[in-house]
């Protein structure tokens, strides 16, 4: 059982570049998110999703794309990349909302670096 | 709206010492979730141990256990015997459900460092 499986870990892109941050879970959970983190700030979140074809803003959502075809994916686009969007990305899973105290689980996390 | 506060950025102790991290939330909810995660220089995040609001009886989890304050909105970590491999970055967080979505808010977290 791979848990949440994040692609790829590390990358640096020049100012202008895109890219797609990969995400795949194989819990069958309906909740899927994407967070970044930068130094005392915690965790923010981007972008999250209850399901598949449902898709919804976080707290820090401009600059980036999200889409859910199906339950197992959930990528993270970059469509023109900023510095201000250098950071750690984590994308974190959970069953549905009737499993109330069940906590995310997390990937590994993308080291991001923009030029 | 939801904040989560954790007023110590770093913290130091001696291995098998005991240590506490201090959490506060803010929240007119009276339904929610408390959760503490570890990430080590890994940077996996690790859930170590999760509270439900509607409790009364303190989590336990071997060494870790926190002090849930509902009135205070209070929500401190002890972690007892300390050990070196429980250096590691340490974040609160809060989730509730608002007409039936979820809201998860952390902590900036706090820096733990447990020295030999």
């Known amino acids: 059982n791979a848990g949440v499986t994040q692609t790829p870990k590390f990358q640096v892109l020049k100012t202008g570049q895109s890219m797609t941050l990969q995400c795949a879970q194989d819990m069958n959970h309906e909740y899927m998110s994407w967070y970044r983190q930068d130094p005392g700030m915690g965790l923010r979140l981007i972008h999250y999703?209850?399901?598949?074809?449902?898709?919804d803003q976080g707290e820090v959502p401009n600059g980036y794309n999200v889409s859910r075809s199906t339950t197992e994916d959930f990528p993270l686009r970059l469509l023109s990349a900023a510095p201000s969007q250098t950071s750690v990305y984590f994308c974190?899973?959970?069953?549905?909302?009737?499993?109330?105290?069940?906590?995310?689980?997390f990937g590994n996390g993308t080291r991001l670096t923009v030029t | 709206a939801q904040t989560v506060t954790q007023s110590q950025p770093e913290m130091s102790v001696q291995e098998a010492e005991t240590v506490t991290l201090s959490c506060t939330y803010d929240t007119s909810e009276n339904n929610y979730y408390l959760f503490w995660y570890k990430q080590p220089p890994s940077r996996q995040m690790i859930l170590v141990i999760r509270q439900e609001a509607y409790k009364q009886q303190n989590a336990t989890e071997n060494r870790f256990s926190v002090n849930f304050q509902k009135a205070a909105k209070s929500f401190s970590l002890k972690i007892s015997d300390s050990q070196l491999g429980d250096t590691a970055m340490y974040f609160c967080a809060f989730m509730t459900f608002i007409q039936g979505a979820q809201k998860l808010v952390f902590g900036q977290g706090t820096r733990l460092t447990i020295n030999p």
């Open positions: 974190a899973s959970r069953p549905g909302p009737t499993l109330y105290n069940s906590p995310l689980h």
């Open positions: 999703s209850v399901g598949a074809g449902i898709t």
